[in-house]
C-alpha cells in the first residue's frame, strides 16, 4: 500500500535560518509528488510539485524540494525562514482520487 | 476569481440531525473530492467525483453522502450514521482525477 511519511510532527526554527522538513515515500513507482502549506482553520495551498524532469523543484514563498529517488524521499527546503512561514506542511505523493497525505509538520518560527 | 467555495464555514449540529456541506468551484475542473481532517491523522477521502452524476467511495465514506448534479457543486452530507462528525472538511478538485488537486478553505463541522 501506498504512503507517506514525515518524521517530524513539530519543528522550530528561528526566523532567517535555514528550513529542511523530511518526506519519504513508498509507492510502486515513482509517484507524483507534492508539498502543501495550511495555516491555522485554513485550506491548503500548493507549495510545489514534482511530475518528472529536474530533481529540484523550485516552488512559491522561495520553497524548493529535491527528489531522491535512491531515498524515496521529496525534502522541503527554505534557506531563510520568515515568521510567516509558521504553519503546518504537508506532503503527498500519487495523484487525483489516489494522493496519499503524510500526517504533516507544523513549524514554529521564534523570532 | 477562480476558484473553489465551500459554505458554511463554521457548522454546529445537534446528534441525530443531517447536515450538508456545500462546496462551488469556477476552475472548470472535471474531478472533485471530499477530504475529512483530523489532527494528527492527515487528510482522509471520503468521496470523490470525475464526472457529473458519477461519484466513487473513498476510504472513510460510511455515513457520508453526495450528489454530482453540475460540473460546479459536489454537496457533501454528513448523516445521523457518522458516529463521530466533528472535523474539518476539505472540498477539493482537478482537472483531471491524476493531476494536481486544489483546495478549498474547508468547513468546520461541531457536533453539540
Known amino acids: 500500500a501506498q504512503s507517506v511519511t514525515q518524521p517530524d510532527i513539530h519543528i522550530t526554527v528561528s526566523e532567517g535560518a535555514s528550513l529542511e522538513l523530511r518526506c519519504n515515500y513508498s509507492?510502486?513507482?515513482?509517484?507524483?509528488l507534492f508539498w502543501y502549506v495550511q495555516s491555522p482553520g485554513q485550506g491548503l495551498q500548493l507549495l510545489l510539485k514534482?511530475?518528472?524532469?529536474?530533481?529540484l523543484v523550485q516552488g512559491i514563498k522561495g520553497f524548493e524540494a529535491e527528489f531522491k529517488r535512491s531515498q524515496s524521499s521529496f525534502n522541503l527546503r527554505k534557506p531563510s525562514v520568515h515568521w510567516s512561514d509558521a504553519a503546518e506542511y504537508f506532503c503527498?505523493?500519487?495523484?487525483?482520487?489516489?494522493?496519499?497525505f503524510g500526517t504533516g509538520t507544523q513549524l514554529k518560527v521564534e523570532l | 476569481d477562480g476558484g473553489i467555495t465551500q459554505s458554511p464555514k463554521y457548522l454546529f449540529r445537534k446528534e441525530g440531525q443531517n447536515v450538508t456541506l456545500s462546496c462551488e468551484q469556477n476552475l472548470n475542473h472535471d474531478a472533485m473530492y471530499w477530504y475529512r481532517q483530523d489532527p494528527g491523522q492527515g487528510l482522509r477521502l471520503i468521496y470523490y467525483s470525475q464526472i457529473v452524476n458519477d461519484f466513487q467511495k473513498g476510504d472513510i465514506a460510511e455515513g457520508y453522502s453526495v450528489s454530482r448534479e453540475k460540473k460546479e457543486s459536489f454537496p457533501l452530507t454528513v448523516t445521523s450514521a457518522q458516529k463521530n462528525p466533528t472535523a474539518f472538511y476539505l472540498c477539493?478538485?482537478?482537472?483531471?482525477?491524476?493531476?494536481?488537486?486544489?483546495f478549498g478553505e474547508g468547513s468546520w463541522l461541531t457536533v453539540v
Open positions: 509507492y510502486g513507482a515513482t509517484p507524483y
Open positions: 503527498a505523493a500519487g495523484g487525483g482520487n489516489k494522493l496519499t
Open positions: 514534482y511530475f518528472s524532469g529536474d530533481t
Open positions: 477539493a478538485s482537478s482537472i483531471g482525477d491524476s493531476n494536481t488537486i486544489y
